[in-house]
């Protein structure tokens, strides 16, 4: 007679895998990268490759060389990282500050805690906070080459010019006239990060990873709902003070930061009302660091710090036990 076989649930498994479903993720984020290349040419080509080059690497030597564990660079994951490290940092960042990068967020955020599933903050924005903080003149040049598509256009994102103009004493409608800041420019702006470049881009990722049931629209959506309604009531209260809600939606790391990293699996909560308290949270974490904070961006540090508060979302959702009748 055959042995039977007992294991833990779940014991019926659907067709998806971390390699697929890490897959669909790099195709989402195809739209974006291919319109920063169109725009900036080799220096965002070179800035993909080393991101993605240095990651995987660096997760192939820790694994198979210091933690002498199973080598899982072929589920995409060090690919991704690796993706928004090179999104997320000026298109003049020099290779080497972004291989630093890379160590930070593979190394640190993510072996050290012992691998994909393990880790507590998303790996690409710690990478990213710790270039801030260690090269902030770098990580703030928004030059670009000569050979791109802007033909060297340079000076400081409209985050950092509102944030700026404020502190001079300028009202909003002096910065938005002096600037000619329109909504449709900010659908493509010249300014800013390779991922900040296309909102259009970035939407389209956005839908891909719905459709094909990647993710799920409560964080990002709920992150949407309260930057809107939150930045809308302080605009209402003074609109020459306060950006408002359509401004904070398509300016920034916002759409890149709400679409692909406040969803990463292992950082964000499981249940449906733990993801809606988790994207509130950094909603109202990015308004308060971008109105009231010396910094003009605040989506990655507000992540970062929601992060830490998944484990207690977590253990206050707690999904329904399976066969548990419904109250």
Same mark, same amino acid.
Not at 88 to 103: A, E, F, H, K, R
Not at 201 to 208: K, Q, T
């Given at each position: ?131 801030? =903080? ?26 950092? =010019? ?37 909102? /259009? ?31 809308? /009531? ?94």
């Amino acid at each position: 007679m055959k042995k039977l076989l007992v294991s833990p649930s779940p014991h019926i498994h659907g067709k998806e895998n971390t390699k697929s479903l890490m897959r669909d993720v790099v195709i989402a984020l195809l739209p974006t990268v291919a319109v920063s290349i169109y725009c900036f040419g080799l220096s965002a080509l070179k800035l993909a490759l080393v991101g993605v080059l240095a990651c995987v690497a660096i997760e192939y030597v820790i694994a198979k060389f210091v933690l002498k564990t199973k080598v899982t660079i072929c589920d995409y994951s060090a690919v991704i990282t690796g993706l928004l490290l090179a999104l997320n940092v000026p298109i003049n960042t020099p290779w080497w500050v972004l291989v630093i990068g890379s160590i930070v967020a593979i190394g640190v955020a993510k072996m050290t805690f012992g691998g994909l599933g393990q880790n507590l903050f998303n790996p690409a924005l710690v990478g990213r906070v710790f270039l801030l =903080i260690s090269f902030p003149v770098i990580m703030t040049d928004w030059s670009v080459p000569a050979e791109t598509l802007f033909d060297g256009v340079s000076g400081a994102t409209p985050l950092g =010019i509102v944030k700026e103009g404020l502190a001079q004493g300028l009202t909003l409608s002096q910065i938005y006239e002096a600037n000619n800041f329109s909504y449709a420019q900010m659908l493509f702006t010249r300014i800013g990060s390779a991922g900040e470049i296309s909102a /259009i881009a970035l939407l389209l990722g956005f839908v891909y990873l719905l459709v094909r049931r990647v993710i799920r629209p409560h964080i990002t959506l709920s992150i949407w709902a309260t930057v809107f309604v939150f930045s809308g /009531i302080l605009w209402l209260c003074n609109p020459e003070q306060f950006t408002d809600p359509i401004f904070n939606l398509l300016t920034g790391g916002m759409l890149l930061g709400s679409i692909f990293m406040a969803t990463d699996y292992v950082t964000s909560p499981m249940e449906p009302k733990g993801m809606v308290i988790f994207g509130v949270g950094i909603g109202i974490i990015t308004i308060l660091i971008r109105e009231f904070g010396a910094y003009p961006e605040g989506i990655s540090f507000a992540i970062l710090i929601m992060n830490a508060t998944v484990p207690l979302i977590n253990m206050f959702c707690k999904p329904k036990r399976f066969g548990k009748e419904a109250k």
